[in-house]
């Protein structure tokens, strides 16, 4: 199932919560409403993990996080250490067995683990895995790194983990619960965001900081890229992996996927969205009488626009918030009352009007065609589309979901072509220069693989596979 005003949208692939609190204190619902802060990132499965210091639970299963969790469900939760998850599955088949967090017994105890991201490795460290005798359960690569730190747990967790992070390429932000710790690990070229929080009598590690808003933690940091955060009853240390990688965070974070309210490696995301609308508007001026948005996560980068053009911002559609999620529908015309369905022009505000309408991306640019349509139908006299982000002509391999190569429109059409695909009276994107510069940080900083093909992490080669295995098996 799938939201289908968003089938045009790049996926994130999940969101993961941990909280550690004092021995007296459950933490399943804060665990739960941490989910829910973060629902945004999957709404596939959620699941969530806990342990007492002597025996572990979990629950999870299909569908959004209230859907899966009741009193009936909590109650048997107990603990006071619980990690959590939400999915949108890029790696691995749709069913519950891939759903999270994964929990398994190994000599010492047991370990739960829940991992936002993608290995780009991880076919081949499962091969090397399988031939050694480990039986997977999943389909996933989450499954990967679990076996792996259950293999090097002899010298204890941290060194397990540390060794896991030596073999392992990609993108992963990890929590990791054991009897006794909450784990924050976060991927070397801090691809996939973490950060921690503090509360009374505990701590929170969270995919984006909205979560600890929502469970009324104090933000302490980001988590950095290459460190490892061990959370217990004397508090939290941190400590970092030797080497020198470069940094290179998801710039999509702040384009769409993180929730307005988040605040990213010190950069809050609704100020970055507002601050790219206006240097849209100085790179792509447009003679209108008004801006609108396609809604949510384009508004801030509309208003910005709006400020910055001077042309009056207004409501352009009517979303409705209460269809939840829908198939995809089998033939166009269905798939095009879907969209109406969800997202209706407001036809007396824009009647008669030229609209500039701001969103975040078109990555194949059906529902574009879809929403410009409806806005000319509903009266508008001109559509001139502006676009928050530069056209989208690369896959990504770190855990986002996004069609193959040419099924993107931005890496197959020129602007021109899909101004005229789109049947927009203008298109205008947002240079990767100006989404830079609206985060206000170096574009060394960033992962941009979506839109220049610089990819920070190469898919592994062959001639690098046998150096792999022995440093594996040098493990055994």
Same mark, same amino acid.
Do not use: W
């Given at each position: 199932? @799938?939201?289908?005003?968003?089938?045009?949208?790049?996926?994130?692939?999940?969101?993961?919560?941990?909280?550690?609190?004092?021995?007296?204190?459950?933490?399943?619902?804060?665990?739960?409403?941490?989910?829910?802060?973060?629902?945004?990132?999957?709404?596939? #499965?959620?699941?969530?993990?806990?342990?007492?210091?002597?025996?572990?639970?979990?629950?999870?299963?299909?569908?959004?996080?209230?859907?899966?969790?009741?009193?009936?469900?909590?109650?048997?939760?107990?603990?006071?250490?619980?990690?959590?998850?939400?999915?949108?599955?890029?790696?691995?088949?749709?069913?519950?067995?891939?759903?999270?967090?994964?929990?398994?017994?190994?000599?010492?105890?047991?370990?739960?683990?829940?991992?936002?991201?993608?290995?780009?490795?991880?076919?081949?460290?499962?091969?090397? =895995?399988?031939?050694?005798?480990?039986?997977?359960?999943?389909?996933?690569?989450?499954?990967?790194?679990?076996?792996?730190?259950?293999? @090097?747990?002899?010298?204890?967790?941290?060194?397990?983990?540390?060794?896991?992070?030596?073999?392992?390429?990609?993108?992963?932000? =990890?929590?990791?619960?054991?009897?006794?710790?909450?784990?924050?690990? $976060?991927?070397?070229?801090?691809?996939?965001?973490?950060?921690?929080?503090?509360?009374?009598?505990?701590?929170?590690?969270?995919?984006?900081?909205?979560?600890?808003?929502?469970?009324?933690?104090?933000?302490?940091?980001?988590?950095?890229?290459?460190?490892?955060?061990?959370?217990?009853?004397?508090?939290?240390?941190?400590?970092?992996?030797?080497?020198?990688?470069?940094?290179?965070?998801?710039?999509?974070?702040?384009?769409?996927?993180?929730?307005?309210?988040?605040?990213?490696?010190?950069?809050?995301?609704?100020?970055? !969205?507002? &601050?790219?609308? !206006?240097?849209?508007?100085?790179?792509?001026?447009?003679?209108?009488?008004?801006?609108?948005?396609?809604?949510?996560?384009?508004?801030?980068?509309?208003?910005?626009?709006?400020?910055?053009?001077?042309?009056?911002?207004?409501?352009?559609?009517?979303? &409705?918030? *209460?269809?939840?999620?829908?198939?995809?529908?089998?033939?166009?015309?269905?798939?095009?009352?879907?969209?109406?369905?969800?997202?209706?022009?407001?036809?007396?505000?824009?009647?008669?009007? !030229?609209?500039?309408?701001?969103?975040? #991306?078109?990555?194949?640019?059906?529902?574009? $065609?879809?929403?410009?349509?409806?806005?000319?139908?509903?009266?508008?006299?001109?559509?001139?589309?502006?676009?928050?982000?530069?056209?989208?002509?690369?896959?990504?391999? *770190?855990?986002?979901?996004?069609?193959?190569?040419?099924?993107?429109?931005?890496?197959?059409?020129?602007?021109?072509?899909?101004?005229?695909?789109?049947?927009?009276?203008?298109?205008?994107?947002?240079?990767?220069?100006? =989404?830079?510069?609206?985060?206000?940080?170096?574009?060394?900083? @960033?992962?941009?693989?979506?839109?220049?093909?610089?990819?920070?992490?190469?898919?592994?080669?062959?001639?690098?596979?046998?150096? =792999? @295995?022995?440093?594996?098996?040098?493990?055994?």
């Amino acid at each position: 199932m @799938f939201d289908t005003l968003n089938l045009d949208k790049l996926k994130e692939e999940c969101g993961v919560v941990g909280v550690y609190r004092n021995k007296d204190v459950e933490v399943a619902r804060m665990v739960y409403y941490g989910l829910h802060s973060l629902q945004h990132r999957g709404q596939e #499965s959620a699941g969530i993990a806990t342990t007492n210091g002597i025996h572990s639970h979990f629950h999870k299963g299909m569908g959004l996080v209230q859907e899966v969790f009741n009193d009936e469900v909590f109650a048997k939760l107990k603990g006071h250490i619980g990690i959590g998850h939400v999915r949108y599955s890029t790696t691995g088949e749709s069913y519950v067995a891939n759903a999270q967090p994964l929990v398994v017994k190994y000599r010492r105890g047991s370990i739960g683990l829940a991992h936002n991201g993608n290995l780009v490795n991880a076919a081949l460290l499962r091969e090397r =895995l399988e031939d050694d005798g480990i039986v997977f359960q999943t389909t996933i690569d989450s499954e990967v790194i679990v076996n792996l730190i259950a293999r @090097f747990s002899n010298e204890g967790m941290v060194y397990a983990i540390e060794r896991t992070m030596d073999l392992i390429r990609g993108a992963y932000a =990890l929590v990791v619960m054991t009897e006794e710790q909450l784990i924050g690990v $976060r991927d070397p070229h801090g691809l996939r965001p973490l950060c921690l929080g503090k509360m009374d009598e505990g701590y929170v590690l969270a995919s984006e900081s909205c979560a600890l808003d929502v469970l009324g933690a104090e933000f302490v940091r980001d988590i950095e890229p290459g460190e490892i955060v061990v959370i217990d009853e004397n508090g939290y240390k941190i400590k970092k992996i030797e080497k020198q990688i470069k940094r290179a965070s998801c710039i999509f974070e702040y384009i769409y996927f993180a929730r307005p309210d988040t605040t990213l490696d010190g950069v809050g995301v609704y100020q970055a !969205r507002m &601050n790219a609308g !206006r240097i849209l508007a100085k790179e792509h001026p447009a003679e209108a009488d008004m801006v609108i948005a396609v809604p949510d996560t384009s508004i801030p980068a509309a208003i910005g626009y709006a400020e910055a053009s001077g042309i009056p911002y207004g409501e352009g559609f009517i979303k &409705n918030r *209460y269809i939840g999620r829908t198939f995809i529908q089998p033939d166009q015309s269905l798939r095009e009352a879907a969209v109406r369905l969800k997202l209706n022009p407001l036809k007396q505000n824009i009647e008669g009007k !030229r609209v500039v309408m701001i969103d975040d #991306s078109i990555v194949r640019g059906t529902t574009s $065609r879809q929403i410009v349509n409806s806005l000319k139908k509903a009266g508008a006299k001109e559509v001139h589309v502006r676009i928050s982000s530069p056209p989208v002509s690369h896959s990504c391999y *770190y855990g986002i979901d996004t069609p193959d190569r040419n099924q993107l429109i931005g890496a197959i059409k020129t602007v021109e072509q899909i101004r005229r695909i789109i049947e927009a009276d203008s298109l205008g994107y947002i240079s990767l220069e100006g =989404l830079v510069n609206s985060t206000g940080l170096p574009t060394e900083s @960033f992962c941009h693989a979506c839109f220049s093909g610089d990819y920070p992490i190469n898919v592994m080669k062959e001639n690098d596979n046998f150096k =792999l @295995f022995e440093r594996l098996k040098g493990g055994n």
